[in-house]
């Protein structure tokens, strides 16, 4: 039976190993989510979760989590890699490798856009061009950002996709 709901502040942990996921830290060599934490460009997406405006959705298969999909806002003199502007929130989402491609993602999303819509204009992500994932998300309705590409860490391009509200 899938589920989905709300992330609290008892889910920080898994939204590390999704942090994990969605960072593509393996292909970065890294083993293990704790060892995300010292790297601040991407531990900020997960630091001190719980802060006023995070919002969040957990789900997954008969009570085990399987993804997450989660977004912050962040301040420009801290833009994240998917910044647009300090009111507009970035999204996150991972999904463990053995549940990729069976709609958890679409579901996580899901909720956590219409959650996002009561209270946002807009949300905006960072995605590798390259990513399948840019699949998903159009049929969500985010467009490209004109002019946001910019190289990542693995050196090819990332670009922000923006989805509007209102
Ligand atoms: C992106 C991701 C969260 C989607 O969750 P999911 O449960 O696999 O998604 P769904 O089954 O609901 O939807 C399928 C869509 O997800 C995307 N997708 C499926 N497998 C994927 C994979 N291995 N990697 C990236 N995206 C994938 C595609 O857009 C696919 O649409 P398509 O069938 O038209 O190609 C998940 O695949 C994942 O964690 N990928 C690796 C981490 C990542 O890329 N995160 C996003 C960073 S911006």
Do not use: C
Not at 62 to 71: Q, R
Not at 88 to 114: N, Q, Y
Request: charged letters at 20%; aromatic letters at 8%.
């Amino acid at each position: 039976m899938v589920f989905v709901r709300p992330a609290d502040l008892s889910d920080e942990k898994f939204l590390w190993a999704m942090l994990f996921e969605a960072s593509h830290a393996r292909d970065r060599g890294l083993t293990s989510p704790e060892q995300l934490m010292d790297q601040s460009n991407v531990a900020r997406y997960v630091q001190g979760w719980g802060v006023a405006g995070d919002l969040g959705m957990v789900g997954g298969t008969d009570g085990v989590l399987l993804g997450a999909a989660w977004l912050r806002r962040f301040a420009a003199e801290n833009a994240a890699f998917g910044y647009v502007d300090d009111d507009t929130p970035e999204l996150a989402i991972g999904v463990a490798p053995e549940s990729r491609g069976t709609g958890l993602g679409t579901k996580l999303m899901t909720a956590l856009l219409d959650a996002a819509r009561e209270q946002y204009d807009a949300v905006s992500l960072s995605v590798r061009l390259e990513n399948p994932a840019r699949r998903l998300y159009e049929r969500l309705g985010f467009v490209d950002v004109p002019g946001s590409g910019q190289t990542n860490p693995a050196g090819t391009t990332s670009i922000t996709m923006l989805l509007r509200f209102r």
